[in-house]
């Protein structure tokens, strides 16, 4: 969940990465769109754990970017 590349890792960012290329030539702005989003809600996953693990206060964008990311990839 920590790693910068944690979006790779996950099972969807594994499902994508194999079909992303193909997916490209038939539909590449919503490939762009599902990756930035899907990039941006693992960097709020990311900086939210970060915060509560160090008990500190986190910034509503984060939760914004989070909920943001998850309502495009539905």
């Not at 990039?39 to 914004?64: C, D, I, Q």
């Amino acid at each position: 969940m920590l790693q910068a590349n944690a979006h790779q890792l996950c099972e969807f960012g594994r499902w994508f990465g194999t079909v992303s290329e193909r997916l490209q030539k038939l539909e590449p702005d919503c490939v762009r769109r599902l990756d930035a989003a899907h990039r941006s809600m693992h960097m709020a996953v990311r900086e939210l754990y970060l915060a509560a693990m160090g008990n500190k206060k986190t910034e509503p964008r984060w939760f914004e970017a989070f909920e943001s990311g998850q309502s495009v990839m539905l």
